[in-house]
């Protein structure tokens, strides 16, 4: 099912535990790691910068070219929650096995506490939170090849059933 060329892409809402997951998914598989919104920040500076100087067009036109290279380079790539915004990206993303972490409003709430992340400024960052998955859930399930919940229990349990996971849905000579 996979080749080498092709990435495990790991997809949800901000918060679900991606970045973390992903470092430890990857580091499982012996994969290199990307991450998209690190891939910006590297090339263009902090991304609540980018939203307050240039404005959210402009940083999913960033977000594309990061996710077309981090798609390109394979291995284990962590997506920014809303890149699966864009069409071509959805479209791009066929071809590899994609992951949708979930995450409950609950544990939620701890994670993005004091968040700096652009759409969760304002009065109420959790009502924020939840009307943007709620617009992008459908495109999550949609992409998804399997959905594994970040909400309980140690992220290491998420990490081993990720990469038993893709390990079933390898090619016999990539095991």
């Known amino acids: 099912m996979t080749s080498r060329s ?20 990857a580091r499982a598989l012996g994969r290199p790691f990307y991450d998209s919104d690190a891939a ?5 500076g902090p991304i609540e910068t980018l939203f307050a100087e240039q404005g959210e067009r402009r940083f999913r036109e960033l977000e594309r070219d990061a996710v077309v290279d981090g798609l390109a380079a394979g291995g284990v ?34 994670r993005v506490r004091d968040s700096t992340r652009p759409l969760l400024q304002g009065d109420d960052a959790i009502e924020r939170w939840t009307a943007i998955l ?33 390990r079933e849905n390898q090619p016999e000579e990539e095991r």
């Not at 092709?6 to 998914?25: C, D, N, Q, Y």
């Not at 999550?140 to 919940?149: G, K, M, Q, R």
């Open 40 to 44: 910006i920040v590297r090339s263009h």
């Open 77 to 110: 790539v962590s997506l920014g929650g809303g890149a699966v915004l864009h069409p071509d990206t959805r479209a791009d993303l066929a071809g590899h096995l994609v992951v949708l972490l979930t995450v409950s409003p609950r544990v939620v709430a701890g």
């Open 134 to 166: 709620r617009e992008r859930l459908p495109l999550y399930e949609e992409l998804a090849d399997v959905t594994f919940d970040t909400s309980s229990g140690p992220l290491q349990h998420v990490v081993d059933a990720i990469v038993a996971w893709v």
């Open 6 to 25: 092709e990435a495990v892409v790991l997809i949800g809402p901000m918060g679900a535990g991606k970045t973390s997951v992903g470092r430890k998914v």
